[in-house]
């Protein structure tokens, strides 16, 4: 029985293994280098909601750790076997896994702990058997600036976030709408009437809705495509529209992963027949309930930037009246 195990377990290495026992258990041990011996060479991947970790499982066993006592917090997320590697996996679609989601000041952060089974079966209130308890997370930092520049083509502009190793991505897209039903799209070259009415979606893709709201804290309008220019036309203040523009409507903010406002086109007087749209898009976890905020006659909000907020970026789109 013995050696039909060890040929059972020894038919699964790989190339840079070596099928070898130790303390009676066969494996497969590491042949060659041992790259990040202190983290079993773990490498991380994450996107929106997901995340995945895996470990060289030649560095498991030499260490003690067999891929059949490891799990995640969630005892019967157990690991796979890939290639010589160990990977454990999680999302928000039914494999939760005990996965946790937390904000701090700086990010918000989807966390799990890959944890060892003690074998030990005399409950006694010592052991010195070796355990693991190793934690790996998503993040998403809080604030970053981005921008994507649209030229003279009525077409949603496009952010995609590629971040290192540990933290996640998605997308945010801004585009224009002829209807306040959002169903049809401005498309290719589109010159726009002053005083028309335009109708605006910023959409955020691959996070999950259940738990992320898109809020649009402050949209604004440029002559050039400049967000910092020092001349602008407010759209959103603090969540609300501008006192100052009556045109300006705020449809929906904070409620979903997609927020809308519309606005009557205008230009810049003796600057420009273009002008350029620029929000600042925050993600909230909705589970805190303080994601939408009620606007007073479209005055501009008090609030303050709360923990509820876990991401900021700045989205551009330009536009030409004629």
């Known amino acids: 029985m013995v050696f039909f195990l060890s040929v059972l377990v020894c038919s699964t290495c790989t190339e840079n293994e070596a099928c070898q026992e130790r303390g009676g258990v066969y494996g497969c041990c590491c042949f060659g280098q041992r790259p990040n011996p202190e983290n079993f060479d773990a490498v991380e991947s994450c996107a929106s909601s997901t995340g995945s970790i895996s470990l060289s499982r030649c560095q498991l066993f030499e260490s003690g750790f067999y891929p059949e006592h490891l799990h995640l917090n969630d005892p019967s997320c157990t690991g796979t076997l890939e290639d010589g590697r160990l990977v454990f996996y999680f999302d928000n679609e039914g494999h939760i896994c005990g996965t946790t989601l937390m904000s701090n000041r700086t990010h918000f952060i989807y966390q799990n702990s890959i944890q060892s089974d003690l074998t ?37 502009g496009v952010i995609s976030e590629e971040l290192p190793a540990g933290q996640g991505t998605y997308q945010i897209r801004m585009i224009p709408y002829h209807d306040a039903e959002f169903t049809s ?20 893709e691959g996070v999950d809705r259940n738990q992320i709201a898109t ?69 909230c976890l909705v589970q805190n309930g303080r994601c939408a905020l009620l606007c ?22 330009g536009l030409k009246a004629q």
């Open 120 to 156: 030990d079966t005399d409950h006694s209130i010592i052991s010195r058997e070796i355990w693991m308890n190793m934690t790996f997370f998503c993040a998403y930092p809080l604030i970053q600036t981005i921008s994507m520049p649209v030229g003279f083509r009525a077409e949603g």
């Open 185 to 204: 799209p401005y498309d290719g070259e589109v010159q726009m009437q002053v005083n028309q009415q335009i109708y605006v979606a910023v959409e955020v």
């Open 215 to 283: 809020v649009l804290d402050n949209c604004w309008a440029t002559p050039v495509n400049d967000a910092e220019y020092h001349v602008r036309w407010n759209l959103i203040i603090g969540e609300c529209a501008n006192p100052e523009d009556t045109t300006v409507e705020v449809l929906q903010n904070g409620v979903d992963t997609t927020s809308h406002f519309s606005f009557r086109m205008f230009t810049f007087s003796g600057i420009s027949d273009h002008i350029f749209l620029h929000c600042q898009v925050n993600l």
């Open 296 to 317: 007073d006659h479209g005055y501009r909000s008090r609030r303050q930037r709360s923990l509820d907020f876990l991401h900021s970026s700045a989205i551009s789109m």
